[in-house]
């Protein structure tokens, strides 16, 4: 019932841009902090944005002034533009959510998560 799904990813070359997409269904996003993470192969799984419930933003260093997060309530869809990729941004990006939290980076915070879309960036 409770379900997140990632939709956007795909190939790319080194320079170009992806809209990811979160839609929830089961629930409302309104009270929720809604985060990005991805996960390279044989790497932990990383942070790389969220935003709050009330729209506060937040980025890992290595996607700040290229990557967009941003949300859509009536929607109930959270989106994360990526501009200017590089190989180095290869991986599975997943997002989830938190109700209560402390720390947006912190992945064992997280109460839901979708099932990942691959991002290549490849020449």
């Known amino acids: 019932q409770v379900q997140l799904v990632e939709s956007g990813g795909g190939l790319v070359q080194p320079g170009g841009s992806l809209r990811l997409s979160c839609a929830a269904s089961g629930f409302t996003l309104d009270y929720y902090a809604i985060g990005w993470f991805r996960q390279a192969p044989g790497k932990e799984r990383e942070g790389v944005s969220c935003i709050s419930n009330v729209g506060s933003t937040y980025y890992a260093d290595s996607v700040k002034g290229r990557f967009t997060i941003s949300r859509d309530n009536a929607k109930n869809t959270v989106y994360l533009e990526m501009n200017s990729l590089k190989p180095e941004d290869t991986a599975v990006y997943y997002c989830?959510?938190?109700?209560?939290?402390?720390?947006?980076?912190?992945?064992?915070?997280?109460?839901?998560w979708g099932q990942g879309t691959q991002v290549t960036v490849s020449s």
């Open positions: 989830a959510a938190v109700r209560f939290w402390s720390n947006w980076w912190n992945k064992n915070e997280y109460d839901y």
